[in-house]
């Protein structure tokens, strides 16, 4: 138990579903991540907030839509999403950026 | 090119014996985490280090700067050793790069 939650483990959605990722952190954390890993890939940096502003943006596509409503919640809103967009959402959170980041058991994600 | 490579990718061992696995890089770092990630997904972090030596428990990490590598040991391995071990560096700001990763799985 890392002290950071997600909600769904697993979830399935066809492409023209909306649906919507959930991470809590419950360390008092000020920093907050999003990532993806795909099959037999690094896992890839998605979002970075900080003080709940996002400071990174990856080049992820407008399908994938983050929202850091406060220090300890993380959303990720999925629309319009593609097959190749199945993997596995990990959510991270810090003290501060570039502090040890602490991994969620994360989303694994099938589109349909 | 992948900025970090682990080697090697897979790993079969049996109990008790000692482990290495490798992490080199191409770029300049701040720091060097070793994580470990188990079956269903959930990501561990082991170490952070910038120069030296960590040891916790049975886990060793060392790094060298100059030769951008470092190495991730396990003394007397076990079943539950059995994960995915991924090194991953920070370039600037918050941004890790990560490997991918070194398959282990120890045999009782």
């Known amino acids: 138990e890392t002290g950071v939650t997600q909600t769904p483990r697993h979830l399935v959605m066809g492409m023209t579903n909306k649906k919507s990722l959930k991470c809590e952190q419950h360390?008092?954390?000020?920093?907050m991540y999003w990532y993806k890993q795909s099959a037999k890939k690094p896992l890839e940096l998605m979002f970075v907030?900080?003080?709940?502003?996002?400071?990174e943006n990856n080049s992820v596509p407008s399908r994938f839509s983050p929202e850091c409503p406060n220090s300890s919640h993380l959303f990720l809103h999925l629309h319009t999403l593609q097959p190749e967009d199945s993997a596995l959402y990990l959510c991270?959170?810090?003290?501060?950026?570039?502090?040890?980041?602490?991994f969620g058991p994360g989303t694994r994600l099938t589109v349909l | 090119k992948n900025e970090v490579e682990q080697s090697p990718q897979n790993l079969t061992a049996q109990e008790g014996e000692f482990i290495t696995i490798n992490c080199s890089y191409s770029?300049?770092?701040?720091?060097l985490h070793w994580l470990q990630q188990h079956p269903g997904g959930g990501i561990v972090s082991l170490f952070m280090?910038?120069?030296g030596k960590k040891k916790h428990g049975r886990l060793i990490a060392t790094i060298n700067i100059q030769e951008k590598h470092s190495s991730l040991h396990i003394t007397a391995s076990h079943p539950r050793d059995s994960a995915v071990y991924i090194c991953?560096?920070?370039?600037?700001?918050?941004?890790?790069?990560f490997g991918e990763g070194t398959q282990l799985t120890v045999n009782p």
């Open positions: 991270a959170s810090s003290q501060d950026k570039g502090d040890t980041q602490y």
């Open positions: 360390l008092g954390h000020n920093a």
């Open positions: 907030y900080s003080l709940e502003e996002r400071v």
């Open positions: 770029v300049g770092i701040s720091a």
């Open positions: 280090l910038s120069s």
């Open positions: 991953a560096v920070k370039t600037s700001g918050s941004r890790l790069t």
